[in-house]
């Protein structure tokens, strides 16, 4: 049975199950796609276009009193619009009821004077009668395979009759609510109705109406005569290009406003409470926005496709890759270093395909599968190797402390019921091993007597504090404070026991060089929070342990020490708890491998009755300019640190420096507040 279930061709069934999932299209699949299809759109540079939004927002309702307005206001908005250059005026704002102020024959006049485009609204049921728009089209049997409506609401008569053209206005969300396709035309009763952008194209190039021709699959060309085709796919939809950007501004501020030097301008209604704003790829905007950004669309000839042959190849592709996957993990390294490989290229040949040809290909699929059947494989052939090794270590393992065993005679579901508790976690390293190897070289012996005093000069402070040790892995250690045994303050004895390990080890270090051996020294990392504590292990062999993302934390909080060039990490919990008991120095913002936020860390100092405040300032100066992104200040403040704390931070204001003459050439988002995200733990 386990043969079976360690059978790596496992991968193989994995594979089956993942292609089926993504052939079949569930939602929650087909929105991460769409999510990455959002990334794609917006990634090229934006495009500002003469169009604008005159929104009426609450600055607007303060100056023009309640809405709607008298449609009289809104005949006078329109002419003070023309009066300020703009070149065509689109009102989306829908008006399907009489003007309870009178004043629908004051916007009327004006309608016939100045050419306004109004929306339409596809409904369940017809309102008002709608203005055909007379499409010329090849093909009219072929009408229904078109998206079809039941009805339509259109604005007033006199209203309707004098507007200079009429557009559909609706919001079609893919499956997880997000607005990214808009149809240019749609269908109510067998009559063919454009979207209120292309009705902007229309009227904007002077045509008497737009031409279409269907087949039975579709649309299968599009145009306006004088401004060209227009590409869409089969049911006249188009992905909207969120780089097409508009210009904002609210209607309140027309009086002031000089010219819009003959852009097309769109009247929004924006205010809280009145309007909704529609959930797009770059979050909520208002409708108007979105006219804007299809009417940005069109005008610019953007056309964005998803191809017809893109899921079929895609499907293709996760069999090919998954195969091969399989089939090479037969030689770890070459199968491992094709798997790198293979999901490491997905991601640039989809952005080349969207920069040069516009083409959406998915990755998701291809990456979530390639991923899942490699941890899939791989996870088999390292389960298996894992349990070879165990049944080797079995042999040797089994050793407890003497804390463990007196406390379990004690009261041993202490240790066998296993608790949650919040502790303080310790992770240290010899540092300089390889010297200390290459010094000893064949003498086993010699080597075993030295690393025992090491490990004894470390652990001696750790009892004394009533630490408990957990475990040695070579010339590491970990312990914890506050559990088995109580200490309400463990954060600072942790840090007290740290200090007091690094004097033990100088002072083992000092003995060591007198009698000519190789020197010795110790890094570690803290972190405080809570974990999961007791007996683990199998049913043969056990021991007390403890779990979870604070210990990891603390484990690479440890591993960056070398690379800060400092003897300790604090992480941000201890130090919050313990500031005002140690002479702290802020190190970095850092995201430690294989977390998802960063938090800050420090190093604590032993003073010795050196006065270091004035440095620290210096310090903390430092990093203010790096946050500031004023790197070059920061790397020269660097350089006067070195030798200041007697030295004990050279190695690190060293890698600042560095740091900050590397940080200068990345592109840094906006929100950058200094984080640094480790590439290894």
Known sequence: MKKILLNPLWGLVALAVLVYAFASQPKYLESIKLRYFDQLIVSKPEKVNNIFTVTIDEAALEQYGQYPFP??????????????????????????????????????????????????????????????????????????????????????????????????????????????????VAVVKDVLYPSLALEVLRIAAGDPNFQIKLNEFGIEKMRIPQFGPISTDQQGRIWIDWTQKSNTMSLADLKDWKTFEGAVVIVDVTAPGIANPVPTALGAVYPGDVQAAVIGTLFNGTNIQRPDWAPSAEIVLLIAGGLLIVLLSRWT???????????????????????????????????????LVALKVYGIKFIREFLEKQAIKKQFSGYCSKEVVEMLQKNPDLIKKG?????????????????IGEYYGENVAGLTQYMNGYMDTITNPILANKGMVIKYVGDASMHIHGAPIEDSRHAYTIVKTGLQMLDAVDAYTEQAEAKG??????????????????????????????????????????????????????????????????????????????????????????VKGTNYEEARITHDKMHALYKERQFDAAAILCGE????????????????FDRCALIKTMKLDDDWNGEWIANEK
């Open 641 to 656: 640190l070195i030798g200041e704390f007697d030295g004990q931070m050279n190695k690190y204001y060293r890698m600042w």
């Open 71 to 184: 449609r009289n206001v809104y005949a006078q908005i329109i002419q003070d619009l023309y009066a300020k250059g703009a070149g065509l005026v689109v009102w989306n704002i829908m008006m399907p009821e009489q003007d309870r102020f009178g004043g629908d024959k004051a916007l009327a006049e004006t309608l016939a004077e100045y050419p306004v485009i109004v929306p339409y609204r596809p409904d369940v049921k017809t309102k008002n009668t709608p203005i055909n728009p007379g499409a010329a089209i090849i093909g009219s049997e072929n009408l229904g395979v078109l998206g079809q409506y039941p009805g339509i609401t259109a604005n007033v008569p006199s209203i309707d009759k004098n507007a200079a053209g009429h557009g559909i206005v609706n919001t079609e969300p893919e499956i997880d609510g997000v607005v990214r396709r808009l149809t240019t």
């Open 419 to 435: 608790i949650k508790k919040d502790v303080s976690v310790m992770f240290s390293d010899l540092r300089g091993f390889t010297p």
């Open 517 to 606: 051996l190789p020197p010795a020294a110790m890094g570690f990392g803290i972190n405080t929070g809570e974990g999961f504590i007791g007996e683990m292990g199998s049913s043969a062999r056990h021991n007390y342990d403890i779990l979870g993302d604070m210990v990891s934390t603390a484990a690479r909080l440890e591993a960056r020490c070398k690379a800060y060039g400092v003897l300790c990490i604090i992480g941000a919990e201890t130090y919050n708890r313990t500031k005002d008991d140690f002479f702290y120095l802020y190190l970095d913002n850092l995201q430690p491998k294989g977390k998802t936020v960063a938090d800050n860390i420090y190093t604590a100092l032993r």
């Open 333 to 371: 390294y070459i199968g491992l270093g094709f798997t790198v490989l293979l999901i490491g290229s997905v991601i640039p040949v989809s952005w080349y395909a969207y920069q040069n040809y516009m083409y959406l290909l998915d990755v998701t699929a291809p990456m979530i599968t390639f991923v």
